[in-house]
């Protein structure tokens, strides 16, 4: 029997001993990970950066529909500034802000920003009615 025909015939067993012997060396797995991290620390993290710059610009793409380029034409147009309170951020990039029912894109803003606006519900009458309470006191 032949290798090929042998591993068709036989595929489910085979992924059942690949599991196993992918769990009964997991320490030696892990073991391997740190050593070589050890030795190539520096190496590691710029792939892991560069990694991470590629996953942000393909999920701006993916999740609102625009390319890195546009985000920087936004951030450009707020002076690096959150569009409701100002804040410059130095170390962050700022979200996209985007309309829930639309998919629209609006502004970026700081996560703070963000998060109240989604705790509101992006609901204009809620925002309202919290800023009057916050006047009246």
């Given at each position: ?64 529909g ?27 990039k ?21 998060t ?17 309470y916050?006047?009246?006191?």
């Amino acid at each position: 029997m032949t290798d090929k025909k042998y591993y068709a015939e036989h595929a489910e067993e085979e992924r059942a001993r690949a599991r196993d012997r992918y769990w009964r060396n997991a320490e030696t797995r892990r073991e391997y990970g740190r050593r070589y991290y050890a030795e190539n620390k520096d190496e590691v993290r710029a792939r892991r950066k560069l990694r991470a710059e590629q996953e942000w610009a393909g999920n701006l793409k993916r999740r609102y529909g625009i390319t890195e380029e546009q985000y920087m034409d936004l951030l450009d147009a707020q002076d690096c500034a959150c569009a409701i309170c100002g804040l410059v951020s130095e170390d962050k990039k700022l979200v996209v802000d985007h309309d829930h029912a639309t998919g629209r894109v609006r502004s970026l803003l700081c996560s703070n920003c963000n998060t109240a606006l989604g705790l509101f519900r992006d609901d204009p009458n809620l925002l309202v009615n919290a800023a009057m309470y916050l006047v009246v006191g």
